[in-house]
Structure formats: C-alpha cells, structure tokens
C-alpha cells in the first residue's frame, strides 16, 4: 500500500492488489470482487484499516486480490477469524468471504453463531451450488436432484437456503445478489458493509467450469428484485423469498438494529466495573495468587 494512495481519494484501482486472479474466465466470482471494489469506492474505505478473511476454495482466494490486510485460513473457519480480529480490534471494517461449502458444510456451525452474536461483520457467501476447487462435487446448495461429479443419478439431499439459515440464526442484515447484476451487487455490498451489525449477503455466483454456461443463463432469466413496498424489517416478510426455486430474488430482504456483540461487552464491562476504574494485571494477579 503505498503512502500516495493515503493523501488521494480512492479508485478502484487502490483497492487492486498486485496479484492477478487465477479463477477461470468466465468464474462468477470475477463479478464478486469487482463489486467489492466499487463498494469500497463509494465508501472511501481505507485499506489500512480493513481485513478481509477467507477459509478454502475458489472464492476464498478473494483476499489475496483486494489490498487490504487479509488472511487465507483452512477450510470453513473465515468466520473465526473473523470473530478474533473484530473482538480484539472493534475499529477494523472487517470482511469475511468464501463458498457454499465453506460456510455451509464444514464451516456451517460458524454461521450459526457469528449471526447470532450479532458480531459487527459482514459476511459475502459466493455461492455457486458447488464445491468448485475440489472438481464439482454436491454442496448443502445443490439443488435437490441437480446432477454433479458427486451426484451421477442426481442429489438426493434437501439443500439449504443461506438466506434462511442467517434469518433463523440471528443475522440482522440479509440480502441475496447475482454476480452478473453488477449495478444490484455493488448497492448491496455497499449497504452490508455499511450495517452495523452482523450482514449476511448470499451472492449466487456461477461456476463455468462444472456446471457450464447453463448455470449463468438460468440464474440470469430468473433474477427478479424485491417488490418495491417489501417491509424489511419484519423476519416473516423476509422468509417469503428463501427457498425460491422458479425465480431468484434479489435485494435487502431483513434489516433490524439492534446491538453488537462489542456494544453488549462494553455495557457489561461498565456495569461490572461500577464505576471503578480497571484494576491493572498485577492487581488481578495478586487476586489469585496473593503470596506473589
Ligand atoms: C479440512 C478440509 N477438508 C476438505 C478440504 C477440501 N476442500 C477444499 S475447498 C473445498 C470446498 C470448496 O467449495 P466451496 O467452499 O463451495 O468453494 P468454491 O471452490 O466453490 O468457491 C473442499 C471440500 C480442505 N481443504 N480442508
Ligand atoms: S472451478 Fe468454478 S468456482 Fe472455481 S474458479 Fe473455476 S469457474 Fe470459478
């Protein structure tokens, strides 16, 4: 990050990192991160103070593109990571990215409860129904009956909505996008990012290689927006577009303010402190080990 970028307004180009993406052309994820890109210029995010993490896939190699701090983890655990840095540094805008496999199979347990403790983190799934970096196999968002390199006579399993999930669990921001609707995803990068709260924000986003040109057609023809009196305050209105199979709806389906993990702390720390001021490590210290 060079100190120029400091004294300048922010381009895109600011928000590009050195390294060029190795996803396939015609990978969804391509849109994903451009998105991500022009939120962050219309935030004028600074990059200094930023971090963006990722567990293992196709889509978790995002971080490396954007220059921010970042961090690659191992597989389902961005949202850990994510938890340490904002409880240990509130200040930080931080970002957590990754597939359907990452943040629904190994790394679903994660989802359930960083949504509910309502941490100040947004959460950006790329979902393209697949386990890409491992060649094509079934994820807990195949459809059900979809034929992958898992799934020869077709999934069996009931898939998940993500959207649902967040809902159920606590999330108090939740929006679904298309990477093909750059103008849609860029508002709703931008509007997850800017909640304080805990954003959850399912990006369906195709993967050419297994599943062809067929996936971006279809997601495309059925893209549809939230009608324009959806009241996203209300969870019940928010659960009528989840597990949509004829149309994808996009939009900010839920939308509620309520306090952060941080915020509950520092209102504990107060009331348990009673005023006091904090005692020091060696005064705690010599709580439990008063011969010291
Ligand atoms: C503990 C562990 N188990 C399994 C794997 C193998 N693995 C790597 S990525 C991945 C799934 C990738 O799918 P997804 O998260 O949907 O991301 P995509 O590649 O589709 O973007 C799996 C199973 C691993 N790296 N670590
Ligand atoms: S395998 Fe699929 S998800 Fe992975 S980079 Fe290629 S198109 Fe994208």
């Known amino acids: 990050m060079s100190t120029e970028t400091m004294k300048t307004e922010f381009k895109v180009k600011d928000y ?160 679904r996008g298309f990477s093909g609707d750059m103008k849609g995803l860029v508002e709703l990068v931008t509007q997850a990012i800017s909640h304080n709260g805990f954003s959850f924000l399912n990006v369906m986003s195709p993967c050419i290689t297994w599943l062809g040109d067929g996936q971006f057609k279809e997601m495309k023809e059925k893209l549809t927006y939230l009608p324009e009196d959806h009241d996203p305050t209300r969870r019940a209105n928010a659960l009528k577009y989840t597990r949509e199979t004829d149309v994808l709806t996009a939009g900010v389906l839920y939308e509620v303010q309520t306090p952060t993990l941080v915020e509950q702390l520092d209102r504990m720390k107060e009331v348990s402190m009673d005023g006091k001021p904090a005692p020091s490590t060696k005064e705690i210290l010599e709580g439990f080990f008063p011969d010291l």
């Open 16 to 175: 590009k990192s050195d390294l060029k993406p190795v996803w396939c052309p015609g990978c969804g994820d391509f849109g994903v991160v451009s998105a991500l890109y022009r939120a962050m210029v219309k935030l004028q995010i600074e990059p200094w103070n930023t971090v963006i993490l990722s567990g293992i896939g196709c889509s978790s190699r995002l971080p490396g593109y954007v220059d921010t701090y970042g961090f690659n983890g191992v597989h389902g655990r961005a949202l850990p990571l994510a938890t340490g840095v904002k409880v240990a540094r509130p200040e930080l805008t931080v970002i957590a990215v990754g597939g359907d496999g990452d943040g629904l199979a190994i790394g679903g347990n994660h989802l359930i409860h960083t949504a509910r403790r309502n941490l100040d983190i947004t959460y950006i799934l790329m979902d393209n129904e697949i386990y890409g970096l491992t060649k094509g196999q079934a994820a807990p968002t195949t459809p059900t009956g979809n034929k992958t390199k898992s799934t020869y006579w077709g999934n069996p399993e009931p898939s998940v909505d993500p959207c649902e999930l967040a809902l159920s669990t606590g999330a108090t921001w939740v929006g």
